[in-house]
């Protein structure tokens, strides 16, 4: 295939919020099919609207995509800087009479929509300038340009999700190309972007399918050539109904410091809207591998947070120690206040990390089980601790530090000792083990015992025993 065959995808937010979980799957579907592909993924960022496009967005969009590791090819293009190749276009279509000035004004629309309301016809633009000619009391009043779409006949979307959509066109009003302020509208940019870009696929969200019908009457004016359109399915909550603020998160940052890991949430993503047979674990690299245009289904996803947290505990489990231990030191830095880990705390990390990351569904989770390793001195303890350290609990590590402390610090030499030591008492195993647990680690859970003893070593260990034996 020749370079210029190969399909070019884009992702166009708006920069007028966070970018959210359903823009997040927007982008990574397009950046799916251009890997799949070995096309090109480009990103957009539409701040036509400058009321509400903010620098913040601009960057929440920029590191959200980053951080879902969904890469452009490229520098972003920013919509507003080729305003006056928008015009450009908008005076071409003028000039090929294809387009045309209307001059109606604010009232002149409300009058005629009121009198189409009462009349019980749809409320649209009647074309009433679009055989006119302007005369002199025309002269340097303000006017939008619309333009002069085709009214007879049809549009029809060939979509790859949701088949083929047909307009009528007599349905589908002028459209606005230039504002009165001669500002493009939307509608116009994005085609013009797109062709200007060359992309070959839209794929965007099914609340987009009318403006495909629209976009299309734009490019059979221009007579540009139409791109593959996929209309991705709506995102509902868990309740069935459409994902609103009421859902919680909504903002892919939510879901960085809810402790998700990239992984995750392209896997999770891509499954809400797309499948492979009875899949639901799937890499990044098989999905690249698999991704195509045809299984993406019809009917809208449903949010399900219960998946989200197995699948994130399957890739926290899959990810090296090493890694991990990375991850988890860039999130523990994220806090607020910010938590810095040092090198001992680090290592000790690593070295906890295989049983630690076992039990954890979130980088929070990991973070709280891990939390003895990054501080010297004795525990706070943690209800079920606190519980669990009886005074007799206590009475019980006192007799067992002596027997601790005369043996060997290896995690196999210990746990013989504090076997020998139940033994020797009429005692189980786990009721020395227990109170030792809690009064180390703060919490009754943790990983094995005698490696988070000889981990934390003697000294530490001790100090920390010694705190809570009675
Ligand atoms: N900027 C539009 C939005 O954020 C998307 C435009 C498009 O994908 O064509 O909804």
Redesign the pocket.
């Known amino acids: 295939m020749s370079e210029n065959t190969k399909p070019v995808l884009r992702f166009?937010?708006?920069p007028t919020g966070m970018l959210h979980i359903g823009?997040a799957r927007t982008a990574l579907f397009n950046w799916l099919y251009a890997r799949h592909t070995g096309g090109k993924f480009l990103l957009r960022i539409?701040d036509t609207d400058r009321e509400r496009s903010t620098p913040e967005a601009v960057s929440a969009i920029l590191n959200g995509m980053r951080w879902m590791g969904l890469t452009w090819d490229g520098d972003e293009i920013y919509q507003f800087a080729r305003a006056d190749r928008h015009r450009a276009v908008a005076d071409q279509l003028l000039a090929e009479g294809k387009a045309y000035r209307c001059y109606a004004t604010a009232e002149d629309l409300t009058r005629m929509r009121e009198e189409q309301k009462a009349a019980g016809k749809p409320m649209r633009y009647d074309g009433r300038w679009r055989d006119r000619t302007p005369g002199p009391e025309e002269d340097g009043k303000p006017f939008v340009v619309r333009l002069k779409a085709r009214q007879d006949g049809e549009t029809r979307v060939q979509d790859k999700v949701l088949g083929d959509v047909r307009f009528d066109n007599h349905q589908l009003d002028d459209m606005v190309l230039l504002r009165s302020d001669g500002t493009p509208t939307y509608m116009l940019a994005?085609v013009v972007d797109d062709h200007d870009m060359g992309v070959t696929h839209?794929i965007?969200?099914a609340d987009?399918l009318n403006?495909s019908a629209r976009q299309m009457q734009i490019l059979e004016q221009m007579g540009w050539p139409v791109p593959v359109y996929a209309h991705l399915p709506l995102i509902n909550g868990p309740d069935g109904a459409k994902l609103s603020k009421r859902h919680g998160a909504l903002a892919v940052e939510a879901y960085q410091d809810m402790g998700y890991l990239p992984e995750t949430m392209r896997n999770y993503l891509l499954r809400l809207g797309w499948s492979h047979g009875d899949d639901e674990i799937i890499s990044t690299e098989q999905a690249i591998q698999w991704f195509n245009l045809e299984a993406i289904g019809k009917s809208p996803a449903r949010m399900d947070y219960k998946k989200l947290d197995n699948l994130n505990g399957h890739y926290i489990r899959e990810t090296s120690d090493a890694l991990l231990t990375a991850e988890l030191v860039a999130f523990a830095a994220r806090q607020t206040p910010p938590q810095v880990l040092d090198m001992q705390a680090r290592t000790r990390l690593e070295a906890a990390m295989p049983a630690l990351k076992e039990r954890a569904k979130t980088l929070v989770e990991l973070l709280q089980g891990a939390e003895f390793l990054f501080t010297d001195g004795p525990r706070d303890l943690d209800a079920g601790a606190a519980k669990l350290l009886t005074p007799e609990a206590r009475q019980g590590l006192s007799t067992v530090l002596p027997v601790l402390d005369a043996t060997d610090w290896s995690a196999e030499a210990l746990e013989a000792a504090a076997r020998a030591h139940a033994e020797a008492s009429g005692l189980k195993l786990g009721q020395v083990a227990q109170p030792l647990r809690a009064a180390l680690t703060g919490r009754t859970s943790s990983p094995p015992l005698f490696a988070m003893l000889a981990l934390l070593g003697r000294a530490e260990s001790l100090v920390r025993l010694r705190a809570y034996a009675g």
């Open positions: 166009a937010p708006s823009g539409e994005v839209v965007r969200g987009h403006n």
